[in-house]
């Protein structure tokens, strides 16, 4: 059964970057989009924003996460409207999955049928003459001119250490956004994170939040966690052009640069740059920066909300929280629950730990090669596009468009969201999505459009 053929855009995905990427379409006046999504209580919202948790607060202020890059106040001007907060609040996520969706709905409305939702899961992208085909798992099928993948970041992949196949769901949570972390616990039991990063955070305040009085310790390569918005610092300073030094350096640079204006505005002084940055270094120099500074960097760029830190703090002073650094060696379940087998950073001995629980917390993940997704599979084994060169999400040229097996950029295939990752690093924040998926919005909805064949 094919979808009606005249519809020009079809985006996968409609998570913030899918959505944005809708709205702004139906804003500038482009051709008829139709918005796939397989998860229907997650149109508008994703993973991020379909949290019900009332605890679960944005990391950044109202103020800073206008979905419209020309509209800075949008946001703040919603949630005043609804007597919700104001520009300095960190509002729940929940709360920016409800504005959201409503400017979703605000857009199908104006855009008078132009912009649809498709209820169901891509599994491939063909083609056919002049136009793609994108392939739905129920059997249907609906003909584009232009696809966007905006699949979001991928599930969490087992970390080193984890016998997987070994261990059953009641013991390891494989996908905390998924799986359930909290069910089925004690005051006496010990449950594990392995991660100490944003997720483990979440999952220690959902534990918190279930009554769960029993040890949470979280585990990490250096257990670091990350830090808190200090109010009462002065504003940031953004760069105008990138500083004359390699990406290796960034990281010294910044340490330097706190001593004098803080931690917060030495790493948000870069932000504007950062992108720049990262396309003018070599691959060695990324790697580098991956591999050595990265944990230093994301502790500090992506930080707590006050309340946030306040409850984890709260955790860790009463001793039921605590972050520590090291290494996982092995899993393996006995009677009782799991035992976990780990050297603490620069150390020789191993340590055991008794756990009831093991939870998945190392984050969202972008390696193409190790994902389960059908549609990315399918895509990648037959060369349609392919990994970045460190595997952090899909390759892509500077104009977001999906680079072939062969090398080659597409012109009807598209990506956007944080797995264009690999090709700009900066593209995980409100701040960076929106205004990818502007960009790409405008791109699409000023092309020449010629007698219904496509570009």
Request: charged share 25%; net charge neutral; aromatic share 6%.
């Amino acid at each position: 059964m094919l979808l009606d053929p005249a519809r020009r855009i079809v985006i996968i995905g409609s998570g913030f970057s899918g959505t944005l990427l809708a709205i702004n379409m139906a804003r500038f006046g482009g051709p008829r989009t139709i918005l796939v999504e397989r998860r229907a209580e997650q149109v508008a919202r994703g993973v991020a924003y379909s949290t019900p948790h009332p605890s679960q607060l944005l990391n950044v202020r109202a103020g800073g996460m206008s979905a419209y890059p020309d509209d800075p106040g949008h946001f703040t001007r919603w949630l005043e409207e609804r007597a919700s907060g104001s520009g300095q609040t960190f509002v729940p996520r929940a709360l920016y999955g409800a504005y959201l969706r409503e400017m979703l709905i605000e857009a199908q409305m104006r855009a008078g049928g132009r912009l649809t939702l498709q209820d169901g899961e891509a599994c491939d992208v063909t083609r056919e003459g002049e136009r793609s085909i994108v392939h739905l798992a129920n059997g249907e099928t609906i003909a584009a001119d232009v696809v966007v993948l905006a699949i979001g970041n991928l599930p969490p992949h087992t970390p080193p250490g984890v016998d997987e196949a070994a261990l059953s769901a009641d013991l390891y949570c494989g996908d905390p956004w998924y799986d359930d972390p909290v069910g089925g616990l004690t005051d006496k039991d010990r449950v594990v994170l392995l991660g100490t990063g944003l997720t483990a955070v979440d999952i220690a305040l959902r534990l918190d939040a279930a009554g769960f009085g029993g040890e949470i310790l979280a585990l990490s390569r250096r257990g670091l966690a990350p830090r808190r918005h200090q109010d009462g610092l002065p504003p940031s300073q953004g760069l105008d052009n990138p500083p004359l030094i390699p990406l290796s350096h960034v990281v010294a640079e910044t340490r330097q640069k706190a001593e004098q204006v803080g931690w917060r505005n030495a790493v948000d002084a870069f932000r504007p740059v950062t992108q720049r940055m990262w396309g003018a270094a070599s691959a060695r120099q990324r790697m580098a920066f991956l591999r050595h500074l990265r944990p230093f960097w994301d502790v500090h760029r992506h930080r707590l909300a006050p309340a946030v830190a306040d409850r984890i703090d709260a955790l860790v002073e009463r001793g039921q929280l605590r972050f520590v650094a090291g290494k996982l060696q092995s899993t393996k379940p006995h009677e009782s629950g799991v035992t976990l087998t780990w050297r603490p950073r620069h150390r020789n001995d191993l340590v055991t730990t008794e756990a009831r629980r093991i939870v998945n917390c190392t984050g969202p993940q972008g390696d193409l090669l190790r994902s389960d997704e059908p549609l990315l599979k399918t895509l990648v084994a037959r060369g349609v596009i392919r990994p970045d060169a460190l595997r952090l999400g899909l390759d892509v040229d500077a104009q977001s468009r999906a680079i072939a097996g062969d090398g080659a950029a597409h012109d009807d295939l598209y990506c956007v969201g944080p797995m264009t990752r690999g090709g700009l690093w900066e593209v995980v924040a409100v701040p960076d999505l929106r205004r990818q998926s502007w960009d790409l919005a405008r791109r699409l909805a000023n092309a020449q459009w010629v007698g219904g064949e496509g570009l």
